[in-house]
Structures are given as structure tokens and as C-alpha cells.
């Protein structure tokens, strides 16, 4: 709506745990938790004063950026994956790696459907696609 009234844009970046039930399976809960409070964290740590961090499900988190461009949320977006990359979840002698997918979009590049539910859809489809790998 605020889009439509005062035109201003704004961008939507959902990450995503993909392998969150091999962490679990392998590792155990207590690890995927860890994982997880980490995750939200640095996504947390990334974002700016108008930004907020929704929590989608137990694996997926949202950013809002009101007022950022499509060029802003990328750069936001590849921050936090290489912070996430180099942070080292040890378990034993195993370092676990979570494989995260993000989907990202700003209003402006996509004025005519809801941006939620299209980012949605794409981890979605990610998901499943992992799934039966």
C-alpha cells in the first residue's frame, strides 16, 4: 500500500536453510539450534535501523528494507552470505556447513505482484527441489 500511496520503494531479501533436516539428523537438535540463533543473528547484526527481520518458519527469515533499491539489497544480501560462509558451526571435529538459498526483490522491479509471495515461492520450489535430492 505504502508503495502504491507515497511511492517509495522498498526490498525483500528471504533466506533460507535448505539442508536443515540433514544438520538435524546428522548433528542432532542442539546443533540446528545453534545454527539457527547464529543465522538470525548476523541477519539481525546486517540490518540497518529501518529494517526489520520476520521470521517466515523455523528455517526462513525476511528482511525488510523499506527505501532500499535492488542494487542496495544485493549488496545487503552478499554481505550476509559471506558472514555466514566464514562463520564456522563446529560439531566434534566436523565443521557443518548450512546451505543457504536466497531469493531477493525490490517493489520497483516488480510493481504488479505481491513480492512476498513470489520470494516464497522460490524457496518453495528450492526446497523441494533439495528435498528429493
Known sequence: ENFNKYKVNYSLALFSIVNYRFIMEKYGMGSLNEIFVRFKKILKDSC?????????????????????SKDEI???????LKTIENFRFIYKQDIITP?????????QSKPSINILDELIKQIAAVNEQHNES
Open 48 to 68: 540497518s535501523e529501518f529494517d526489520e527481520l520476520w521470521m517466515i518458519d523455523e528455517k526462513s527469515y525476511l528482511i525488510v528494507s523499506p527505501g532500499k
Open 99 to 107: 546451505k543457504i538459498h536466497v531469493a531477493y526483490l525490490d517493489k
Open 74 to 80: 544485493t549488496q545487503l544480501v552478499n554481505t550476509n
